[in-house]
């Protein structure tokens, strides 16, 4: 059996914090890819997937564990590898020829170098672009200068963090063709391409092997091995097929099947969405009869299918949607409180967050303080402690959103001093 040309050994990532905790980003992974192959790290959002990708090439040092390229232990960033970024981080100042040029090793001859960069300049279509500017060139375009950076230096493998996010769907399409090409062709030395991708039908359609990270903290939740034939026909049963077993996969992770009387027993982390992006998921469920399956939903709010996600299960956590399966649903509350006026809706909110536990501690945690009046700091203490794997500022951010909505808790960010409205409470 051939050496893998990725191994992952017991890998975690932890960050102190400035209160002297730590937080999980990833925790324990393990994976092993072989050579010649197309993975995904299929996630949602704030799972570590980006962390992850960066340790692989080196540019990031994990906590714990080991990378190792073709059996050997990866000591640095790794110069068999090279990185498509998601918002292009092309040099405004320079043209497309300069900026692919930045990516040349320099340990090859004057007259060769230039040879190598008119060869990847042909490959990705770029000729008779070479003087532009960026400024000058569309979203797909500024991504084949960002993959003709990444190939002019011979990679083995291809990273790509979010590579197509930032397009519009076709020219999406048409650089995801492209990409597999170049692939498929060995173009530039290239053996193997690495995705980070929150799309699931990207996943399938690009990847033999799919890594799924579980979040808080990003863990392998499981390991697909795609045997879908290429080329693949995204409108085949079983295209449809794979992508629905992905999507349980997932979504068991992140929307799991929890009883509801279970949901407000225990203090627990709550999704970092607005009031606003909650009743704007809300509004579209409305207008498509009350019911959605989640990935439509996310198409519809034109969010990542991880953000939908967190604002489905922040609208479940009020009661105003339930989430049987994959589908997003109206119920009767939550339908009440879209017909209702401003200060209805007010009313029904501060209601339903008075039952969550983390927002139900930090206006205790008001409330018997001197004055009815707490820091941001100490507030961000008080989370830290409670919940040492979350982001405190975030969180911190997520309950006075709410809290200010239902008018339960008043924040002065001059003096970012958190108190308590008592009327209300």
């Given at each position: ?8 050994k017991n890998?975690?990532?932890r960050y102190?914090?400035?209160?002297g905790?730590?937080f999980?980003?990833l925790e324990n992974i393990?994976f092993s890819?072989?050579s010649?192959k ?5 996630g949602p959002s ?7 990708l ?8 994990p906590?714990e564990g080991?990378v190792y390229?073709?059996?050997?232990l990866?000591?640095?960033?790794n110069?068999?590898?090279s990185m498509?970024?998601?918002?292009f981080?092309?040099f405004?100042w320079?043209?497309?020829k ?11 001859e004057?007259?060769k170098q230039?040879k190598?960069v008119?060869?990847?300049i042909?490959?990705?279509?770029l000729e008779?672009?070479?003087d532009?500017y960026?400024k000058?060139l569309?979203g797909g375009?500024?991504q084949?200068?960002?993959?003709a950076?990444?190939?002019v230096?011979?990679?083995?493998v291809l990273?790509?963090?979010?590579p ?13 063709e ?7 062709e060995g173009a530039?030395?290239?053996?193997n391409?690495?995705?980070v991708?929150?799309?699931i039908q990207?996943?399938?359609y690009m ?8 979040s808080n ?5 499981a390991?697909?091995h795609n045997t ?7 409108k085949s049963a079983e295209?449809?097929k794979t992508?629905d077993i992905?999507?349980n ?13 279970s949901?407000?027993d225990?203090?627990a982390?709550i ?5 606003s ?7 579209v469920l409305?207008?498509?009869?009350g019911?959605?399956?989640?990935f ?9 299918f ?11 956590m009020l009661g105003?949607?339930?989430t049987p399966?994959?589908?997003v649903i109206?119920t009767?509350?939550g ?9 209805e809706r007010k009313?029904?909110f501060?209601?339903?967050i008075l039952k969550?536990p ?9 409330k018997?303080?001197?004055d ?6 100490e507030?961000?203490?008080?989370l830290?402690?409670?919940?040492p794997n979350?982001r405190?500022?975030?969180l ?5 959103n709410f809290?200010?909505?239902?008018e339960?808790?008043d924040?002065d960010s001059r003096d970012?001093e958190l108190?308590l ?5």
């Amino acid at each position: 059996m051939s050496t893998p040309i990725i191994t992952l050994k017991n890998v975690s990532m932890r960050y102190k914090m400035p209160e002297g905790n730590y937080f999980t980003a990833l925790e324990n992974i393990n994976f092993s890819l072989e050579s010649g192959k197309i993975a995904a790290i299929l996630g949602p959002s704030g799972c570590g997937k980006s962390t992850l990708l960066r340790i692989i090439t080196g540019l990031l040092k994990p906590s714990e564990g080991e990378v190792y390229y073709k059996g050997e232990l990866q000591k640095g960033v790794n110069d068999k590898m090279s990185m498509v970024f998601q918002n292009f981080a092309l040099f405004p100042w320079k043209t497309v020829k300069e900026n692919i040029e930045l990516g040349l090793k320099g340990d090859e001859e004057p007259e060769k170098q230039e040879k190598i960069v008119e060869h990847i300049i042909d490959v990705v279509g770029l000729e008779g672009f070479e003087d532009v500017y960026p400024k000058e060139l569309s979203g797909g375009m500024k991504q084949r200068v960002g993959i003709a950076r990444a190939l002019v230096s011979n990679p083995e493998v291809l990273c790509m963090d979010e590579p197509f996010s930032a397009l519009d769907a076709l020219t999406s399409e048409n650089l995801r063709e492209e990409v597999l090409d170049f692939w498929s062709e060995g173009a530039a030395g290239l053996s193997n391409i690495l995705i980070v991708t929150h799309n699931i039908q990207e996943a399938v359609y690009m990847a033999d092997e799919i890594f799924i990270l579980a979040s808080n903290p990003g863990s392998i939740k499981a390991i697909y091995h795609n045997t879908l034939p290429f080329p693949r026909d995204q409108k085949s049963a079983e295209f449809f097929k794979t992508v629905d077993i992905i999507y349980n996969i997932l979504t068991q992770n992140i929307m799991p099947e929890v009883p509801r009387s279970s949901m407000y027993d225990r203090i627990a982390p709550i999704p970092m969405v607005s009031v606003s992006e909650i009743i704007g998921l809300l509004e579209v469920l409305d207008d498509n009869k009350g019911r959605l399956e989640i990935f439509e939903l996310s198409e519809h709010i034109k969010r990542d299918f991880g953000k939908t996600i967190s604002i489905a299960l922040a609208a479940e956590m009020l009661g105003f949607v339930e989430t049987p399966h994959h589908d997003v649903i109206f119920t009767t509350l939550g339908k009440k409180f879209l017909e209702s006026d401003v200060n209805e809706r007010k009313i029904i909110f501060k209601e339903q967050i008075l039952k969550i536990p983390l927002i139900r501690a930090v206006i205790d945690l008001v409330k018997n303080s001197e004055d009815n009046v707490i820091t941001r700091e100490e507030c961000e203490d008080f989370l830290m402690e409670k919940l040492p794997n979350e982001r405190p500022d975030e969180l911190f951010e997520t309950i006075v959103n709410f809290a200010l909505y239902a008018e339960v808790l008043d924040y002065d960010s001059r003096d970012e001093e958190l108190s308590l409205i008592t009327e209300n409470v």
